[in-house]
């Protein structure tokens, strides 16, 4: 179990720039941004900002971020870019999606869960094709790189397909193959061949999970076995759990435990664990969470509650003070209708503030300490990403704050959280690659996929056959 942290709630930090020197090295750059506003942690983890920041960037890496000269020699090859007027931050990292369900977004609407699923989404699933799975795939990763999405979590079927949508848009993502226990060993078999094919690919873009659909549909045997091959080869397990409270309200009826309580039997808490939603983690799940000897987390994505109108969210707070991160997330765009990271940042606060009836938390900052080193933590990038520092891997956002809407900047942690819009983003990288320049998609051609899938649609929701992949009976 990681230890709390420090709350992060900095003020303006212009000095952090002195810390974060160039090394003396004479071999040209690939990538240098001028003339930013670069978010930065200090020491603390506190949330800070650089005036007039340049950032150089070398092999993939953030090298520097400086206010200083920087005496870094340019080559032919070496991109510039004048990034006055616009933030530099992180990368978003959408911590928990079904990326390829964008072709179900608006197909199941104003409905409770199990409608949702019994009548809608698993009997379409069944129906699904790789081709459709490409199609929903490609239009989630351009949806995604156009609101700052560098890098996502994905647990969904035909995982191959999406590993190859991923590696063709340039983003970083941890992708699983999701497998339910009615598919005998196979389906555990087959998440555990995907993770191990796929892990480290795409030039280390692409990091692999073990993916058990969740607790009630996934029996404890097949749990515990998922926990000792986790173990066994050093990998994440990506899982929804107590997902809402009347998920938890059954599993306590039905086997006198709750779902986190099932987690910890079958061992998955003493591995890397990812639990999906959460908003029905209770008082008595808190002891069991705090015992873990694994590196949990949580995804939370807020906009999902609210449409279905569940009672809880996911406790943050209680969650931090076990220092658990809780990275932010959309959920797949069938329930969510958006895979906009950014409304997440700002939703978590404003539903934190409701919930916890206290209007000084979340606090601006604190949002953004979940959308940055949270998020990268709970995907199991917490040395890779999430900050803007030398060493990280260069997924870096640019985010133009000229609009109406973000002036006039008076504290700008908050007018980032709850002034700033997706569409703000001006530029997206990715391992020091531009992937997205003046909101130009640079890898993905989105006409072309939105012509194609539109195509196969009938055939995909089609109802008329009567199946379902699963029931959901919680």
């Not at 709350?7 to 974060?20: E, F, K, N, Q």
């Not at 005036?51 to 020699?73: F, K, L, M, N, S």
């Not at 599993?251 to 309580?261: D, N, Q, V, Y």
């Not at 979940?370 to 990038?381: C, E, F, P």
Request: charged residues 25%; contains cysteine; aromatic residues 4%.
């Amino acid at each position: 179990m990681t230890s709390p942290e420090p709350t992060p709630d900095a003020t303006t930090d212009s000095s952090a720039g002195d810390r974060l020197q160039p090394p003396g090295t004479k071999t040209p750059a690939d990538l240098i941004i001028t003339r930013c506003t670069a978010l930065v942690h200090d020491d603390q983890e506190q949330i800070g900002f650089v005036e007039d920041a340049t950032i150089v960037v070398r092999g993939g890496r953030i090298e520097a971020v400086t206010t200083g000269p920087v005496d870094v020699p340019a080559a032919e090859h070496t991109e510039r870019i004048d990034a006055r007027g616009q933030v530099a931050m992180p990368g978003l990292v959408n911590c928990h999606t079904h990326a390829p369900m964008v072709t179900l977004r608006g197909v199941a609407e104003d409905l409770p869960i199990e409608e949702w699923f019994n009548d809608f989404v698993w009997p379409i699933e069944s129906n699904l094709q790789e081709k459709d799975v490409e199609l929903g795939a490609r239009l989630a990763c351009a949806e995604m790189i156009r609101g700052g999405v560098t890098c996502f979590a994905d647990h969904y079927f035909s995982m191959d397909t999406v590993a190859a949508v991923t590696a063709e848009s340039g983003m970083r993502a941890n992708l699983g193959q999701a497998f339910f226990s009615s598919q005998g060993a196979e389906g555990r078999e087959q998440s555990l061949d995907f993770a191990l094919r796929h892990r480290d690919t795409a030039d280390g873009r692409i990091t692999t999970s073990l993916a058990p659909h969740a607790p009630y549909t996934v029996e404890d045997d097949d749990l515990a076995a998922t926990a000792q091959l986790a173990k066994e080869h050093g990998l994440l397990v990506h899982i929804h759990a107590s997902e809402n409270r009347d998920q938890a309200d059954t599993s306590l009826a039905r086997h006198g435990r709750t779902p986190i309580e099932v987690l910890a039997d079958a061992g998955l808490l003493d591995t890397d664990l990812l639990i999906a939603h959460g908003t029905g983690i209770m008082e008595r799940d808190l002891p069991v969470l705090a015992r873990a000897t694994g590196r949990i987390a949580v995804a939370s994505a807020p906009r999902g509650y609210l449409k279905f109108a569940w009672p809880t969210t996911t406790p943050v707070r209680a969650l931090r003070e076990l220092g658990i991160p809780v990275g932010l997330a959309t959920d797949g765009a069938a329930s969510n209708s958006s895979l906009d990271v950014w409304e997440s940042m700002a939703l978590t606060a404003l539903v934190q503030k409701f919930t916890e009836g206290d209007p000084r938390w979340l606090t601006s900052r604190q949002a953004l300490h979940h959308a940055t080193l949270q998020s990268a933590r709970a995907v199991g990038l917490g040395e890779e990403i999430g900050s803007l520092a030398p060493g990280r891997r260069a997924d870096i956002i640019l985010v133009d704050m000229s609009g109406p809407h973000t002036q006039p900047v008076h504290d700008l942690a908050a007018t980032l959280v709850h002034s700033a819009r997706s569409g703000d983003v001006r530029t997206t990288i990715v391992d020091g690659r531009v992937i997205m320049r003046d909101r130009e998609l640079l890898t993905l051609d989105v006409p072309a996929i939105v012509g194609e899938m539109n195509e196969r649609m009938p055939a995909l929701i089609d109802r008329s056959h009567g199946k379902r992949i699963q029931d959901y009976d919680t």
